[in-house]
C-alpha cells in the first residue's frame, strides 16, 4: 500500500491510501497501530512527508561505488550521524540554501529512507522488517564546507540544517517491497541525472542496517533511517556541482515514486 499524509482543506493532517488512479481513500486510525482504508475519498489540500520523524538516523558511506568515488575505506560498522526533526521538508517545498551560517558547497543526496512503525530493540537481522513500517525517498542535502572543514570533525553541523532532509511523496509498506535492496535509485538535477545506481550497491543492508542500529538502543516508531547514498554527488565531480537558487532536485526509487524540491535562498 502507498500511504500519503496530507493536509485537508481545513487544515487537519490526516493518512490515506493511494490508490493507482491517483485517488486516495481516508485512513482511519493510528498509523503505527489499528488501522483501516475507508471509502472517504481523501481532500488533499497539501501533500506533506509521509511521517513526522521523531529522529532521522543516518549512514553515511554505505554504496561501494560512493566510497570508492569519495576515496574512502570501506567501513566495517554502519557510520552514523544524525540530522534534527527540525530538519524536514515536504515534497514540493524549496532547500533553503544557508545565509546566517551562510554555505558556497551545498550538495544533494538521493537516499532511500526506513521508516520503523513498530518500537524495537536488540532487533535481529532476520525479523528486522518485521518493524518497518514503510519506505520513501530522501535526499540528504549537505552543506559539504560544514560537513568538512567548519565542523570540527562531526558532520552533523552541515546535514542538520532547515530543509536538510526532504522527505516523501509517500510510504510505502513492506508488502509491496519484497526486497528493498534490490532498487532503483536516480537523482535527478534540473534535467541531468546525476545519481543513477541500485540499492543492491549498499554495503551494509536494510535489515543489518536496522539490527545495528537496534542494537542496545530503543528505536521509536516514525524514526526514519537514511541508508546512505550512492555514487554521483556533486562534491565528488570535476568541477564540483553545488545547488543553486532555480535548481529543481528530483530523487526517484523504484516502487516508490519521485520526490521533487526546488532551491532557493534563506531569507
Not at 500500500?1 to 487537519?12: L, T
Not at 538502543?217 to 565528488?236: K, N
Not at 532536485?249 to 516502487?255: D, F, P, Q
Request: proline content about 8%.
Amino acid at each position: 500500500m502507498k500511504v500519503i499524509r496530507y493536509q485537508d482543506a481545513e487544515g487537519n493532517v490526516r493518512y490515506a491510501a493511494q490508490l493507482p488512479d491517483g485517488t486516495a481513500r481516508c485512513i482511519q486510525g493510528d498509523i503505527f497501530g489499528e488501522h483501516r482504508v475507508t471509502d472517504e475519498r481523501a481532500d488533499v489540500k497539501k501533500l506533506l512527508a509521509p511521517v513526522a520523524p521523531v529522529a532521522f538516523l543516518c549512514i553515511g558511506l554505505n554504496y561501494r561505488q560512493h566510497a570508492a568515488e569519495t576515496k574512502a575505506k570501506i567501513p566495517s560498522f554502519p557510520v552514523l550521524f544524525m540530522k534534527s526533526p527540525g530538519a524536514l521538508q515536504h515534497p514540493n517545498e524549496p532547500i533553503l540554501l544557508p545565509t546566517h551560517l551562510k554555505s558556497s558547497k551545498v550538495d544533494y543526496e538521493g537516499e532511500l529512507a526506513v521508516i520503523i512503525g513498530k518500537r524495537c530493540k536488540n532487533v535481529s537481522r532476520a525479523d528486522a522488517i518485521r518493524h518497518v513500517l514503510g519506505y520513501s525517498c530522501a535526499n540528504d542535502v549537505s552543506a559539504r564546507d560544514w560537513q568538512k572543514q567548519f565542523g570540527g570533525g562531526q558532520w552533523t553541523r552541515g546535514k542538520t540544517f532547515d530543509t536538510f532532509a526532504p522527505l516523501g511523496p509517500c510510504l510505502v509498506t513492506p508488502d509491496e517491497i519484497p526486497n528493498p535492496n534490490h532498487l532503483r535509485i536516480r537523482t535527478i538535477l534540473n534535467d541531468a541525472v546525476m545519481q543513477d545506481c541500485n540499492t543492491s550497491d549498499m554495503i551494509f543492508d536494510v535489515p543489518t542496517l536496522v539490527e545495528f542500529l537496534s542494537g542496545s538502543t530503543t528505536l521509536l516508531p516514525g524514526t526514519v533511517i537514511l541508508t546512505g547514498t550512492p555514487h554521483g554527488v556533486g562534491m565528488a565531480r570535476t568541477p564540483p556541482v553545488w545547488l543553486k537558487p532555480g535548481d529543481t532536485v528530483t530523487v526517484e526509487i523504484e516502487g516508490i515514486g519521485r520526490l521533487t524540491n526546488p532551491v532557493t535562498t534563506e531569507r
